[in-house]
């Protein structure tokens, strides 16, 4: 099993450019999460999802938007990239709810928005 | 006032020593409490939960104050690879709340 993986692990933005990052998993789990996290800072939950086709806000999710169209896949995207959103981003994947099962982390993408 | 606080460090410690880490909370409805480690620039890995009665995985010791709102971690014979920064984490409000970490650095 690879887990819980993230592409791409690395990207240099400038300003109003989009991207999209994947997070995909390999353990069938239901539920999915984008964090990012700052230095100082915990992380912060961007958006969630409970099951394939849905998704949620999280505690910071201006400026992203996200699909789970696949149960294996969430995608995280930013339409138009800003520099306060210079961060690093986890992907983390849960079988049941985060408050009864573990969440196994991605290995997370560093983006750099000039 | 920041949900989880933790002190950012670092505990600069020499092998072999116990530490120990602190971690307070504001939500006094938490019911659910971990500690995560994360190495630098990895992604953070579950440590242990913590349970109300505590809890001990070999040398990590992990115990809940719910009177005082805080969560405790205790290592005991520190080793290098215990170098690492430990968030700590709450369940609130239907989602993980992160503390900002501990920073660890074990010396020989």
């Known amino acids: 099993n690879a887990g819980v993986t993230q592409t791409p692990k690395f990207r240099v933005l400038k300003t109003g450019q989009s991207m999209t990052l994947l997070c995909a998993q390999d353990?069938?789990?239901?539920?999915m999460y984008w964090y990012r996290q700052d230095p100082g800072m915990g992380l912060r939950l961007i958006h969630y999802s409970v099951g394939e086709g849905t998704t949620a806000k999280g505690e910071v999710p201006d400026g992203y938007n996200v699909s789970r169209l696949k149960k294996q896949n969430f995608l995280l995207g930013l339409e138009s990239a800003a520099p306060s959103q210079t961060s690093v981003y986890f992907c983390a994947s849960s079988y049941e709810r985060e408050d009864s099962d573990t969440q196994y982390f991605g290995p997370g993408t560093r983006l750099t928005v000039l | 006032r920041k949900e989880v606080e933790q002190d950012p460090g670092p505990f600069n410690v020499p092998e072999g020593a116990t530490v120990a880490f602190n971690c307070t909370y504001s939500n006094s409805a938490s019911q659910s409490f971990f500690w995560y480690r994360q190495d630098c620039r990895k992604e953070p890995k579950l440590l242990m939960s913590?349970?109300?009665s505590g809890n001990e995985d070999g040398r990590f010791t992990a115990q809940l104050n719910r009177a005082s709102q805080y969560i405790s971690l205790l290592i005991r014979d520190s080793k290098l690879s215990d170098s690492a920064t430990y968030l700590c984490?709450?369940?609130?409000?239907?989602?993980?709340?992160f503390g900002a970490g501990t920073r660890l650095a074990v010396h020989p």
């Open positions: 353990m069938n789990h239901e539920y």
């Open positions: 913590v349970y109300s």
């Open positions: 984490v709450h369940l609130g409000y239907n989602k993980l709340i």
